[in-house]
């Protein structure tokens, strides 16, 4: 999206405090897909937003007009508005966040009077009544002036009664004169025109009399609605200040709240620390009980816990919503390991120090829309596509950063219950959604046979490899192995179609996880990924789906389902709930949280069906106790957004090693230029290295040609069926029954010999 004109627009020099009846200045309107962001000069009053090209426009054109009273307001991110009102959408872009807070308050200053004075039904004076003290002293002196004006006209119709009399009684005295008889006549005809002329002033100054005291009884009127609105105006300001202040305290108590997580994380709640949370907790009380829709396959449920102390409900909702205290521990029939309850960090600091930053992002300029509309309907894989939409890690790197939040593995690895075990993997399997939350960027296509490998052995007791196996379609093998008692594995193939307005992704593919002590085979698949606003508006991703993991060797599932973001919901925003069910389909456990920031379970002591919802499906009531954190998502480091959002971890995987093989993602050039910050000549090197590996294949299929006509035995009926990856081969899977690329070993060896003779040269 075009950010023409992004500079001196400012609203303060022309703008009055947003509290009064109108509010004038600058402010970026998205136009067209050609022109994008064009300064406009809007005008803010009686309820209605105008807007202009220019300010003398004001006197004669106006460009556009939307009535505050049934609209939606909404903000984007920091400088943005969006006002929408009966299919009307304006997207507003101030110069800076602090000239949009003052928009936005004026907006919804301006819009709670309109819906006020259109509630009003005792209210007759119409649109505009004003609210500033100003305002209220012109209208008093207004009427003043019409008093004045009415006795003035008063005065005159004595004037005209008294003369007219007399030009009445003149006229009777000439008529009674001798006259010729014609002078009579018009004599006659005087007189009536004067009498009708006394009647006529007679019937204005009665209705000037009317006018003037139905104007007295509006004044009284008047007088009371501005009084109340003034009163009106300065509580909602003395509130929204409040409310600014409650919210700023927040954010201060969340971004400190991991910091005291980390520190004191086995810490028990204490009881001063619950009782303080308990009246917030009991004030909504109204929202405890909340019905959620069915999955696929399962009905809805209500979960209500069981324990008696608390003297109150959490829903479903509240588990997943961002509360500000911290989830109670199960107070019973807990059987994990004592390690099971730390989830504040890392088990072992790193011995090498890996590097913090990288260097910023350039703030490029690009015309999106240019390069997309050639390319609707197109796979995203055939589309070339310049660094400017990319950030500077391969798909392989972002491939393993699944990992991120390896240690949930760890402990799953030391439960004892499979149950338990089973919750643990699917927080594990909703914490790779969370490093997508603002990374709207593309991730670079790997060539076919280029590797990544993150060697944590030493820090974290795992070694990962990916490699890139096939090109068309892209499909990906990973394979990691720990010596905390777990191996998992995935080949995955991205399936991608760009449709205009959004981007949908679709991960094809099983990820297998095992553990070794107890042979517990779980397998899932990932969810749908869909990045909208392509074209117009701010980039946002949403994940939507189910995913069912299944534990081979128990029969156990789990049901987690990603609700889409929906305009019109009540629900939190990216929410993910979830049952954890033995082989028989008895629920043991509930999940929820949301996938961009934590997962909660709660243990299930008591089910029952209750009765029919809105749609007639029967809902299953869950009693459980309080809820348990099992996964939270760690801070982004500082300037994350200067550093394309990078995680801790995705900081570290471009970061150069010894030793990597040379067809490493490190060590690919245009991808190492992205970073540097030269993206001309990232471009001119993406090129060449996609322009190479076509070369290749071209060559690769001729070969396969020429050996088909020499009566060899080749197959040359799939694409690249004469390419096979060097560290992954194909095994058909005893448990999924589906023929993928696993691990056929060989790397970690080669690279303790540094030799990678074998490695074909692809950069």
Same mark, same amino acid.
């Given at each position: 999206?075009?950010?023409?004109?992004?500079?001196?627009?400012?609203?303060?020099? &022309?703008?009055?405090?947003?509290?009064?009846?109108?509010?004038?200045?600058?402010?970026?309107?998205?136009?067209?897909?050609?022109?994008?962001?064009?300064?406009?000069?809007?005008?803010?009053?009686?309820? @209605?937003?105008?807007?202009?090209?220019?300010?003398?426009?004001?006197?004669?054109?106006?460009?556009?007009?939307?009535?505050?009273?049934?609209?939606?307001?909404?903000?984007?991110?920091?400088?943005?508005?969006?006002?929408?009102?009966?299919?009307?959408?304006?997207?507003?872009?101030?110069?800076?966040?602090?000239?949009?807070?003052?928009?936005?308050? &004026?907006?919804?200053?301006?819009?709670?009077?309109?819906?006020?004075?259109?509630?009003?039904? $005792?209210?007759?004076?119409?649109?505009?009544?004003?609210?500033?003290?100003?305002?209220? /002293?012109?209208?008093?002196?207004?009427?003043?002036?019409?008093?004045?004006?009415?006795?003035?006209?008063?005065?005159?119709?004595?004037?005209?009664?008294?003369?007219?009399? &007399?030009?009445?009684?003149?006229?009777?005295?000439?008529?009674?004169?001798?006259?010729?008889?014609?002078?009579?006549?018009?004599?006659?005809?005087?007189?009536?025109?004067?009498?009708?002329?006394? #009647?006529?002033?007679?019937?204005?100054?009665?209705?000037?009399?009317?006018?003037?005291?139905?104007?007295?009884?509006?004044?009284?009127?008047?007088?009371? &609605?501005?009084?109340?609105?003034?009163?009106?105006?300065?509580?909602?300001?003395?509130?929204?200040?409040?409310?600014?202040?409650?919210?700023?305290?927040?954010?201060?108590?969340?971004?400190?709240?991991?910091?005291?997580?980390?520190?004191?994380?086995?810490?028990?709640?204490?009881?001063?620390?619950?009782?303080?949370?308990?009246?917030?907790?009991?004030?909504?009380?109204?929202?405890?009980?909340?019905?959620?829709?069915?999955?696929?396959?399962?009905?809805?449920?209500?979960?209500? *816990?069981?324990?008696?102390? *608390?003297?109150?409900?959490?829903?479903? $909702?509240?588990?997943?919503?961002?509360?500000?205290?911290?989830?109670? +521990?199960?107070?019973?029939?807990?059987?994990?390991?004592?390690?099971?309850?730390?989830?504040?960090?890392?088990?072992?600091?790193?011995?090498?120090?890996?590097?913090?930053?990288?260097?910023?992002?350039?703030?490029?300029?690009?015309?999106?829309? $240019?390069?997309?509309?050639?390319?609707?309907?197109?796979?995203?894989?055939?589309?070339?596509?310049?660094?400017?939409?990319?950030?500077?890690?391969?798909?392989?790197?972002?491939?393993?950063?699944?990992?991120?939040?390896?240690?949930?593995?760890?402990?799953?690895?030391?439960?004892?219950?499979?149950?338990?075990?089973?919750?643990?993997?699917?927080?594990?399997?909703?914490?790779?959604?969370?490093?997508?939350?603002?990374?709207?960027?593309?991730?670079?296509?790997?060539?076919?046979?280029?590797?990544?490998?993150?060697?944590?052995?030493?820090?974290?007791?795992?070694?990962? @490899?990916?490699?890139?196996?096939?090109?068309?379609?892209?499909?990906?093998?990973?394979?990691? #192995?720990?010596?905390?008692?777990?191996?998992?594995?995935?080949?995955?193939?991205?399936?991608?179609?760009?449709?205009?307005?959004?981007?949908?992704?679709?991960?094809?593919?099983?990820?297998?996880?095992?553990?070794? $002590?107890?042979?517990?085979?779980?397998?899932?698949?990932?969810?749908?990924?869909?990045?909208?606003?392509?074209?117009?508006?701010?980039?946002? #991703?949403?994940?939507?789906?189910?995913?069912?993991?299944?534990?081979?060797?128990?029969?156990?599932?789990?049901?987690?389902?990603?609700?889409?973001?929906?305009?019109?919901?009540? +629900?939190?925003?990216?929410?993910?709930?979830?049952?954890?069910?033995?082989?028989?389909?008895?629920?043991?456990?509930?999940?929820?949280?949301?996938?961009?920031?934590?997962?909660? /379970?709660?243990?299930?002591?008591?089910?029952?069906?209750?009765?029919?919802?809105?749609?007639?499906?029967?809902?299953?009531?869950?009693?459980?106790?309080?809820?348990?954190?099992?996964?939270?998502?760690?801070?982004?480091?500082?300037?994350?957004?200067?550093?394309?959002?990078?995680?801790?971890?995705?900081?570290?995987?471009?970061?150069?090693?010894?030793?990597?093989?040379?067809?490493?993602?490190?060590?690919?050039?245009?991808?190492?230029?992205?970073?540097?910050?030269?993206?001309?000549?990232?471009?001119?090197?993406?090129?060449?290295?996609?322009?190479?590996?076509?070369?290749?294949?071209?060559?690769?299929?001729?070969?396969?040609?020429?050996?088909?006509?020499?009566?060899?035995?080749?197959?040359?009926?799939?694409?690249?069926?004469?390419?096979?990856?060097?560290?992954?081969?194909?095994?058909?899977?005893?448990?999924?029954?589906?023929?993928?690329?696993?691990?056929?070993?060989?790397?970690?060896?080669?690279?303790?010999?540094?030799?990678?003779?074998?490695?074909?040269?692809?950069?």
């Amino acid at each position: 999206m075009s950010d023409q004109g992004k500079g001196s627009a400012s609203a303060s020099a &022309a703008a009055p405090a947003p509290g009064s009846d109108t509010y004038k200045g600058w402010l970026f309107k998205w136009t067209n897909y050609l022109k994008g962001y064009q300064r406009r000069w809007f005008v803010l009053s009686n309820g @209605l937003l105008s807007y202009y090209r220019t300010q003398a426009e004001m006197a004669h054109t106006c460009r556009g007009t939307i009535n505050l009273a049934t609209a939606h307001i909404d903000t984007e991110d920091a400088c943005n508005i969006v006002l929408s009102s009966g299919g009307r959408t304006y997207h507003l872009k101030a110069s800076t966040e602090v000239e949009r807070q003052r928009w936005v308050t &004026a907006l919804e200053l301006a819009k709670a009077k309109a819906i006020r004075m259109m509630n009003d039904q $005792s209210d007759d004076s119409g649109d505009e009544e004003p609210t500033s003290q100003s305002d209220r /002293s012109e209208l008093q002196g207004t009427l003043k002036i019409l008093i004045s004006k009415l006795d003035d006209l008063s005065t005159c119709n004595d004037l005209i009664a008294k003369h007219g009399a &007399a030009l009445q009684r003149s006229l009777s005295e000439l008529e009674g004169l001798k006259v010729p008889v014609e002078g009579g006549e018009k004599i006659k005809a005087v007189n009536e025109r004067a009498t009708l002329f006394r #009647i006529t002033s007679n019937a204005m100054i009665n209705a000037c009399r009317d006018f003037l005291d139905l104007a007295e009884t509006h004044s009284r009127r008047w007088q009371r &609605a501005l009084q109340y609105e003034r009163e009106q105006r300065t509580h909602l300001e003395e509130t929204i200040e409040q409310l600014a202040k409650q919210h700023n305290s927040l954010e201060r108590a969340w971004r400190e709240a991991p910091t005291l997580a980390s520190t004191t994380p086995s810490a028990p709640t204490t009881n001063k620390a619950r009782s303080e949370r308990l009246p917030k907790e009991e004030a909504s009380d109204d929202e405890d009980t909340e019905f959620f829709d069915a999955m696929e396959d399962s009905p809805a449920f209500i979960t209500v *816990t069981a324990t008696e102390s *608390t003297q109150h409900r959490r829903s479903q $909702s509240n588990l997943s919503g961002a509360s500000g205290g911290q989830p109670s +521990d199960w107070n019973q029939d807990n059987h994990m390991s004592p390690s099971y309850n730390d989830v504040s960090g890392k088990e072992l600091q790193p011995r090498r120090q890996r590097r913090t930053h990288v260097p910023d992002k350039p703030n490029y300029s690009l015309n999106l829309w $240019s390069i997309m509309k050639n390319c609707i309907g197109k796979e995203l894989s055939k589309i070339p596509m310049p660094v400017n939409f990319n950030e500077p890690l391969s798909m392989l790197q972002r491939l393993t950063e699944d990992l991120e939040y390896h240690e949930l593995l760890d402990k799953a690895a030391r439960c004892d219950s499979s149950l338990e075990q089973m919750c643990l993997v699917a927080a594990f399997s909703v914490s790779s959604y969370s490093t997508t939350v603002h990374r709207t960027a593309k991730p670079f296509n790997p060539l076919l046979g280029e590797t990544y490998e993150l060697d944590r052995l030493e820090e974290y007791g795992y070694r990962s @490899l990916c490699e890139q196996v096939s090109h068309h379609p892209p499909a990906a093998a990973h394979h990691v #192995i720990s010596q905390r008692g777990w191996t998992l594995w995935q080949e995955i193939t991205i399936a991608s179609k760009f449709r205009g307005k959004y981007l949908s992704i679709m991960p094809l593919g099983a990820i297998h996880l095992q553990f070794h $002590s107890s042979g517990n085979h779980y397998v899932w698949r990932k969810v749908t990924s869909t990045v909208h606003n392509i074209i117009v508006g701010k980039l946002w #991703i949403d994940q939507s789906g189910d995913i069912e993991i299944v534990n081979h060797r128990t029969k156990e599932t789990c049901q987690l389902k990603f609700s889409p973001y929906s305009y019109f919901s009540r +629900d939190v925003p990216r929410k993910v709930t979830g049952v954890v069910a033995d082989s028989g389909g008895h629920a043991h456990y509930i999940l929820s949280g949301t996938w961009d920031d934590k997962i909660e /379970s709660a243990k299930i002591v008591q089910s029952s069906r209750g009765g029919s919802g809105s749609e007639g499906k029967q809902k299953t009531v869950y009693q459980t106790l309080s809820p348990k954190l099992l996964w939270k998502k760690y801070p982004l480091p500082e300037n994350a957004e200067n550093m394309y959002f990078f995680s801790a971890l995705a900081l570290t995987l471009n970061e150069q090693e010894d030793g990597v093989g040379r067809t490493d993602s490190r060590l690919r050039p245009d991808q190492k230029l992205m970073e540097e910050g030269r993206w001309d000549e990232a471009n001119s090197e993406k090129q060449r290295l996609e322009e190479k590996q076509r070369a290749v294949r071209r060559r690769r299929e001729a070969e396969a040609s020429d050996a088909l006509d020499e009566e060899c035995d080749y197959d040359s009926g799939k694409e690249y069926e004469g390419y096979l990856p060097l560290w992954f081969h194909q095994r058909r899977d005893s448990v999924t029954g589906e023929t993928n690329f696993v691990y056929k070993g060989g790397y970690w060896e080669a690279k303790e010999k540094q030799d990678w003779s074998m490695c074909p040269d692809i950069f």
